[in-house]
């Protein structure tokens, strides 16, 4: 399977998962917090480490199924997976600093150009 078809595939499957997942969550509890984005983010996490790690060990994934599975599936399932596993990969590495800089700018970039859509939005 090529990369493409394996990304496509990927991100089509990943994208139908965080829709079911994250209206199913809503349904069940309600929308008073974000609970369906909190299962998708968390799951999501836990599938891209178990992928991490399953293709660095056990089950060595080509390419082509590190595309689909992660790249595809978790790219469109939750970015946010991909964001804690680059992180994690500058902590393993010894960059804890660059780890923390990490978690700031993007959280701290991420609000700030939200709210500057958000202006540019109501002009």
Same mark, same amino acid.
């Given at each position: 399977?090529?990369?493409?078809? @394996?990304?496509?595939? @990927?991100?089509?499957?990943?994208g139908f998962a965080r829709y079911f997942l994250a209206g199913g969550m809503y349904r069940a509890v309600?929308? @008073?917090?974000?609970y369906g984005t909190l299962a998708v983010n968390v799951s999501g996490c836990f599938l891209i480490g178990l992928?991490?790690?399953?293709?660095? @060990? *056990?089950l060595p994934l080509t390419h082509e199924a590190r595309i689909?599975?992660?790249?595809?599936?978790?790219?469109?399932?939750?970015?946010?997976?991909?964001?804690?596993?680059?992180?994690?990969?500058?902590? *393993?590495?010894g960059e804890g600093a660059r780890a923390a800089g990490n978690i700031a700018a993007s959280l701290v970039l991420g609000f700030?150009?939200? *709210?500057?859509?958000d202006l540019l939005g109501r002009v």
């Open positions: 399977m090529s990369a493409l078809i @394996g990304l496509t595939l @990927g991100s089509i499957a990943g309600g929308t @008073g917090f974000p992928f991490d790690s399953l293709a660095q @060990g *056990k689909l599975l992660m790249t595809g599936f978790c790219g469109a399932f939750t970015t946010f997976s991909a964001f804690i596993l680059e992180t994690s990969n500058l902590i *393993k590495a700030l150009f939200f *709210k500057l859509g």
